[in-house]
């Protein structure tokens, strides 16, 4: 298999910078597994009760309400049918990243032990205040895994996702969230990608001499479950770029980032 990767922006909320937060959706044409999406970014549900879907935080995200910036528009937008997508890989269950998972209620949902339990038994305020349950009132088909498994390039993986390929891995990555992890594709002759979710939030946290603006500094901390995890895997992720020239690794919410994996 050589999964051929296509991007695909999705729900828009401006918190930094230019005023836009993009949450960077990846959508997989796989050979034989059909299509693989990775994140949902907001579903269509979101816009149409966005109190009782993201309840108090709708006001601290100023979020995209455009429906064409939903994935299930941007898949049928390609000339798919919802039900092509037939496995969502989620790097965490915030609810910038849940949202669109109700918009295909068939796909079977691929994600760490520990996200799922934080996600539907949170324990601290700050998961309470993370996890929107109403976005998985319609009752997925999960698939969790232990956060332990294979090595990947200096990581740990899980390679053996129910249904999906070999070349398409999980990357536990906690700090964010209890059960966070990135996802790495074998995209074939253009190398692997990694979609590191909410491990970063910044470009700048990757480079040599490793920075961010301090509003976005401040949130990365005020949203990190465990902080000492966060920094320790985002230098994790710097080495990796440094030292693998053939993985392009990437974050949800760098809208540089993802227009440079547009072009
Ligand atoms: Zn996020």
């Keep these: 298999m050589c999964p051929v990767a296509r991007r695909l922006v999705n729900g828009e ?28 970014g907001y579903g269509t549900s979101d816009l149409a009760d966005p109190e009782g879907r993201l309840g108090p935080m709708r006001h601290v995200l100023n979020w995209n309400r455009d429906p064409k910036g939903t994935a ?30 109700s918009d295909f209620p068939n796909a079977r949902v691929h994600l760490l032990a ?16 993370r996890y929107r349950s109403a976005q998985w009132a319609h009752g997925p088909e999960w698939r969790t895994y232990a956060s332990k ?9 899980v390679r053996e996702l129910d249904g999906l390929p ?26 692997w990608l990694l979609h590191a979710g909410d491990a970063y939030f ?13 509003g976005i500094a401040l949130f990365e901390r005020l949203a990190a479950l465990d902080t000492n995890a966060m920094i320790a895997n985002r230098e994790r992720l710097r080495e990796l ?12 919410h760098d809208p ?8």
């Design 13 to 40: 909320g401006g918190l930094f910078e230019s005023g836009t937060l993009p949450c960077h959706c990846l959508l997989i044409e796989t050979d034989h597994h059909g299509l693989v999406l990775v994140d949902t």
């Design 72 to 101: 299930i528009a941007q898949v049928e937008a390609l000339g798919f049918a919802r039900d092509d997508v037939r496995h969502v890989v989620v790097t965490h269950l915030d609810l910038d990243h849940a949202g669109g998972l």
């Design 114 to 129: 520990a996200e799922h339990d934080a996600a539907l038994r949170p324990t601290t305020r700050l998961e309470h205040q």
């Design 149 to 157: 498994g294979e090595a990947w390039k200096g990581f740990e993986c």
């Design 166 to 191: 070999p070349e398409l891995l999980l990357v536990p990555l906690s700090g964010h969230t209890r059960g966070h992890a990135g996802v790495a594709i074998d995209a074939g002759s253009r190398g």
């Design 202 to 214: 910044f470009r700048g946290r990757l480079a040599q001499a490793p920075w961010a603006p301090p």
């Design 241 to 252: 770029r440094a030292r693998e020239t053939d993985v392009r690794i990437f974050c949800a």
């Design 256 to 263: 540089v980032e993802l227009a440079s994996m547009r072009s």
